[in-house]
C-alpha cells in the first residue's frame, strides 16, 4: 500500500501531466497572427500620432513591436514618435532596426538617411538613399532623390546635389523637397536669376515657411530688387517678430 509521500508524488506527477497536455494543446499564435496584430497596432499608432496623442501611440508601436519584432514599419513610426519629442538617441536606435529587419526596402532607408542627415550625419546618410533609390518597389524615390540632393547641398558638395535634385524633378516637376533646395544652389552659385525662377515654383507648389522667405529676401537683395526684399522680410517678421 502505497504511503502518503508516494500517494502525494503520484498526484502532483499526474497535474503536472494534465498541465502539460493542456499547454499543448492550447492553440498557439502563428507568425501570421501576430504579423497581423503588429499591422493593426501600428496603424492604431500611426493614428494616435496624428491626433496629437503620443503616449497612447508609443504604447501600441511598443505592442506592435512585442507582437512581431521584426516588422520594420513599426520600429519605423517608433523613430518618428521618439524624434518628436525629442529622444533622438532612442530614435536613431529605432530607425536602425527598422533598416535591420528589411534591408533593402527603400522607405526605411530613405527614412534612416533623412534621420542621419538632419543629425548631422550626412555622409552616413548617402548609403541608405542609394539603397532606397535602387529598390524596384520603392514607390516614391523621387523623394529619396531630393532628400539625398538636400544632405548633399548640407555637405557642400553642389554638383553631386545638383544631379540628385534635378533626378527627383523628373518624378515630379513641383516636387518641394527639390524645387527649394535647387533654388538654395542656385544662390549658392550667384545665378540669382535661376535662383528666382526655382523659388517661384516651389512658391506656387508649397505654403511659405521661415526658410524659403529668408532664401526670397537673400536673392531678392543679391539682384537688388528693393521691393521685393522688403515684401519677404515683412513675411518674415510676421512669422518671427524678433528676426
Known amino acids: 500500500m502505497p504511503t502518503d509521500v508516494t500517494i502525494f508524488r503520484y498526484l502532483a506527477l499526474i497535474t503536472l501531466v494534465v498541465v502539460l497536455a493542456a ?3 492550447a492553440p498557439k499564435q502563428d507568425d501570421g ?3 497581423k496584430a503588429a499591422e493593426t497596432n501600428t496603424s492604431l499608432g500611426r493614428e494616435y500620432m496624428d491626433r496629437g496623442q503620443n503616449e497612447i501611440a508609443l504604447e501600441k508601436l511598443k505592442r506592435a513591436v512585442g507582437f512581431d519584432k521584426t516588422y520594420a514599419p513599426a520600429h519605423t513610426m517608433l523613430g518618428v514618435l521618439y524624434e518628436s519629442i525629442g529622444q533622438t538617441k532612442d530614435a536613431e536606435h529605432e530607425f536602425r532596426l527598422a533598416v535591420q529587419y528589411d534591408p533593402k526596402d527603400g522607405d526605411v532607408n530613405n527614412n534612416l538617411g533623412a534621420f542621419l542627415c538632419r543629425h548631422g550625419k550626412e555622409a552616413e546618410a548617402d548609403p541608405h538613399f542609394v539603397t532606397a533609390i535602387e529598390d524596384p518597389f520603392y514607390s516614391t ?3 529619396a532623390m531630393a532628400n539625398a540632393g538636400s544632405c548633399a547641398l548640407n555637405r557642400g558638395e553642389l554638383d553631386k546635389a545638383e544631379t540628385y535634385l534635378r ?3 523628373k518624378y515630379d516637376q513641383r516636387m518641394p ?3 527649394l533646395p535647387m533654388a538654395d544652389l542656385s544662390y549658392r552659385r550667384a545665378d540669382y536669376l ?3 525662377a526655382f523659388l517661384q515654383r516651389y512658391e506656387a507648389a508649397a505654403p511659405a ?3 524659403s522667405l529668408s532664401l526670397g529676401f537673400r536673392i531678392e537683395t543679391a539682384l537688388g530688387d528693393e521691393e521685393s526684399a522688403r515684401r519677404y522680410r515683412d513675411q518674415l ?3 518671427d517678430p524678433t528676426g
Do not use: F, Y
Open 141 to 143: 524615390p523621387g523623394i
Open 167 to 169: 533626378q527627383s524633378l
Open 209 to 211: 515657411s521661415e526658410e
Open 237 to 239: 517678421r510676421k512669422i
Open 23 to 25: 499547454c499543448s494543446s
Open 177 to 179: 523637397a527639390a524645387l
Open 33 to 35: 497572427e501576430r504579423r
Open 194 to 196: 535661376r535662383a528666382r
